[in-house]
């Protein structure tokens, strides 16, 4: 029989997966009890040793993460089919957040585990936030994550293929993202590109304007910078028809703009030269209009297209992107939407 006092911090959570908030060592504890356990260890090197008291938003996993957990898991369950999994999160609170996160974006896209019992885990979060700030709002900010991954379900966004055949795919299923594709074009390395609708809508970067007029692509300062030239070939490669550039009435752009003989953005011009419709939407300062989401929204229907925007403006760019994916009707609320651009973007999305 096993011993209460030992076992108290794992949690059942699906069928043969339990999750202990404690480290290996005292996971491995476990197995005297049952030997039908098997530890799992989750370490996430990159966190910090302390979560931001301060902090009131929970920045999920990126979706490349979220699929390799997922590919992890079903190996082990695989390879321990008589086996009880016990993932062990360590007593980093970062690390405990990112593991239920991620364990329970497995019981989402494999198990098909609805709202109601992803949100009966809240107690879980309860005991790991307990003594911050904003428990509350960072608890609900995990929950609106995990629920924005059941939205894309539901849509066919998280029906993962490693290679996209789409002759072999049904209708429902032609959104389907090519995993490794997504991983690729998302990292910094090869241009930052977030699939917010697979097969439909892409946003990336600004477009460095530093890069010699030969280059695609170079690293300064620590940083890998791409030019217009760069992503005009990476678009048409991935069927892009619409490139949509948002930005306010900003008087550097304007007087480059008149200080050129161009009469458009040197961006826009690489961009139509490689067969893209271009188009260019401005905001200002205020809260965005119904007249600048529709814009938007007839523009985005022209076809596959990829979005970029001025920093200064990207809270703009994320209400009128929200409330696009709202109007479709594939998110309930904007709480659902936002969270979702943050997965689809993933945690190294930087619009500057």
Not at 147 to 164: G, H, P, T, Y
Not at 223 to 240: I, Q
Not at 293 to 322: N, W
Request: net charge negative.
């Amino acid at each position: 029989m096993m011993g209460n006092n030992t076992l108290s911090n794992m949690t059942h959570l699906h069928n043969k997966l339990y999750i202990a908030l404690c480290d290996v060592i005292q996971g491995c504890a476990f197995v005297q009890f049952d030997p039908k356990i098997t530890v799992v260890p989750l370490r996430f090197e990159t966190v910090s040793d302390e979560i931001d008291c301060n902090a009131d938003v929970f920045v999920p996993c990126s979706l490349g993460e979220i699929y390799e957990f997922d590919s992890l898991v079903r190996e082990a369950r695989k390879d321990n089919l008589d086996q009880k999994l016990v993932f062990c999160t360590g007593f980093n609170v970062k690390s405990q957040l990112r593991a239920i996160f991620l364990v329970l974006s497995h019981l989402i896209i494999t198990c098909s585990t609805t709202h109601h019992q992803i949100h009966s885990f809240s107690h879980l979060l309860q005991r790991v936030l307990l003594g911050c700030n904003f428990a509350s709002e960072l608890a609900q900010s995990l929950c609106c994550s995990l629920d924005a991954l059941i939205c894309a379900k539901r849509v066919n966004w998280l029906e993962f293929s490693e290679a996209l055949d789409t002759d072999s795919l049904n209708e429902d299923c032609s959104c389907c993202i090519d995993v490794n594709e997504r991983i690729h074009y998302a990292s910094c390395l090869n241009g930052q590109v977030a699939a917010i609708i697979p097969g439909s809508l892409l946003n990336f970067p600004p477009p460095s304007t530093s890069l010699p007029s030969v280059l695609s692509w170079m690293d300064m300062e620590g940083y890998r910078c791409f030019s217009a030239k760069y992503y005009a070939a990476l678009f048409v490669d991935l069927g892009v028809s619409c490139v949509v550039h948002l930005h306010g009435p900003d008087t550097n752009f304007n007087a480059a703009r008149e200080a050129s003989s161009h009469t458009k953005h040197p961006a826009a011009e690489i961009f139509e030269l490689a067969g893209l419709t271009v188009c260019e939407v401005e905001v200002d300062d205020r809260p965005c209009s119904l007249q600048s989401l529709d814009h938007l929204c007839s523009l985005l229907e022209l076809g596959p297209a990829a979005l970029y925007f001025s920093p200064r403006y990207q809270g703009q760019a994320d209400t009128l992107l929200a409330a696009y994916l709202l109007r479709g009707g594939r998110f309930p609320t904007g709480a659902e939407a936002a969270a979702w651009m943050r997965v689809a973007r993933g945690d190294g999305f930087d619009a500057e």
